[in-house]
């Protein structure tokens, strides 16, 4: 599944923004620069909207369309059309849905567009409706998102049923951008560690259990080249505290907690990602290159500023075939992306201005 075209009408200070999100088919299991597709930068100050955009992204897409969140009051008021906000979607499903040539189209609920008759808003609606089902019955249709609030905790790490937490795939899960409470990565990402390594340890010896192999083998994949700026490589699972520890090439083994603060946001970003794909489509011979989308707010939060040209194509790397999308404010990141790769947002008097590949 990929993001193709976004339309944001009367929701916060966007009055009728359109986006075009994707300009390139998905890649293969070669890594692939930035500007090859499958990336895009929202470039822009604090208060341009960029956790708005991703938090209605995250409302409208199969089997998880909510209506907009509220326009303020000061805005409406601006506005001279009482037109109700609406956000429409249009993705391409890929694997999801191999033999479907045209794209889905995702709508916010109630909405009702231009030039639309009733039988083709009715037509759309039921289309809609059935994918939501099938989103919700049959896996597939992978969303990610983190919050640019994402933080690290001193937790220690805990296992508890895993068929209901690490190997369950919901499509519903909702979004939460700016909530600090439900930002706490640390045991998340350390579940995902330990249960992929005991995981794969215990089906290798009872056998019968390939898919956890897959997953342990990609995971390793992934957190490596997320710790390659780091000179650091995942390690495994200490047996008598159950805590994922990392090696450097003295072979000095840290545990999670002691690692810089910049690598755990990286190998959380990775890990938490592969965990939804490994979850949505548990019979993929290779989870790293399975199809996704990965929002990620305030993408440059807690990096070091020289490593924030090389997060891109690390992030590339690591999944290759996830579309990224990321939000910051920092012109370094949006600069590597490269011009194709960025959609500038500015604030006018009265709305956000959209710009593509243009910084200036």
């Given at each position: ?280 489509y548990p019979n993929a011979e290779h989870p790293r290159v399975t199809e996704g989308v990965v929002a990620v707010d305030d993408v440059e939060s807690q990096q070091e500023p020289t490593l924030l040209r090389a997060l891109l194509p690390?992030?590339?790397?690591a999944l290759p075939n996830v579309q990224w999308l990321l939000t910051t404010a920092s012109t370094q990141l949006a600069l590597a992306a490269g011009p194709s790769n960025v959609v500038a947002l500015r604030r006018s008097d009265t ?10």
């Amino acid at each position: 599944m990929r993001l193709l075209h976004a339309r944001l009408r009367n929701i916060g200070p966007f009055v009728d923004t359109e986006l075009q999100l994707s300009r390139a088919p998905l890649v293969t299991e070669a890594p692939v620069e930035p500007e090859e597709g499958g990336l895009t930068v929202f470039f822009g100050g604090s208060g341009t909207g960029k956790t708005l955009l991703l938090s209605v992204l995250a409302m409208t897409r199969p089997g998880h369309a909510l209506p907009p969140l509220p326009v303020h009051l000061a805005q409406a008021k601006e506005r001279a059309s009482d037109e109700p906000s609406y956000a429409v979607t249009e993705w391409t499903l890929g694997d999801d849905d191999p033999s479907r040539q045209h794209p889905l189209i995702i709508t916010s609920p109630s909405a009702v567009l231009p030039d639309e008759t009733a039988e083709q808003t009715t037509g759309r609606r039921r289309e809609q409706a059935a994918f939501d089902r099938r989103a919700q019955t049959e896996g597939g249709f992978v969303f990610v998102t983190f919050s640019g609030a994402r933080w690290f905790s001193r937790t220690p790490n805990m296992l508890t049923t895993p068929e209901r937490t690490l190997l369950r795939h919901d499509v519903r899960q909702p979004a939460s951008f700016d909530d600090p409470t439900r930002a706490d990565l640390t045991r998340e990402t350390k579940q995902v560690l330990t249960y992929a390594t005991i995981g794969r340890a215990l089906a290798e010896r009872e056998g019968g259990a390939e898919r956890l192999v897959r997953f342990e083998t990609a995971l390793r994949e992934v957190v490596d080249v997320m710790l390659e700026p780091f000179d650091l490589r995942y390690a495994g699972v200490n047996p008598f505290t159950l805590e994922p520890e990392m090696r450097d090439h003295t072979g000095r083994t840290f545990v999670f907690d002691a690692l810089p603060r910049p690598a755990r946001h990286l190998v959380a970003l990775g890990a938490l990602s592969l965990r939804a794909l490994a979850a949505a489509y548990p019979n993929a011979e290779h989870p790293r290159v399975t199809e996704g989308v990965v929002a990620v707010d305030d993408v440059e939060s807690q990096q070091e500023p020289t490593l924030l040209r090389a997060l891109l194509p690390l992030f590339r790397r690591a999944l290759p075939n996830v579309q990224w999308l990321l939000t910051t404010a920092s012109t370094q990141l949006a600069l590597a992306a490269g011009p194709s790769n960025v959609v500038a947002l500015r604030r006018s008097d009265t709305a956000i201005e959209i710009s593509e590949g243009n910084l200036h």
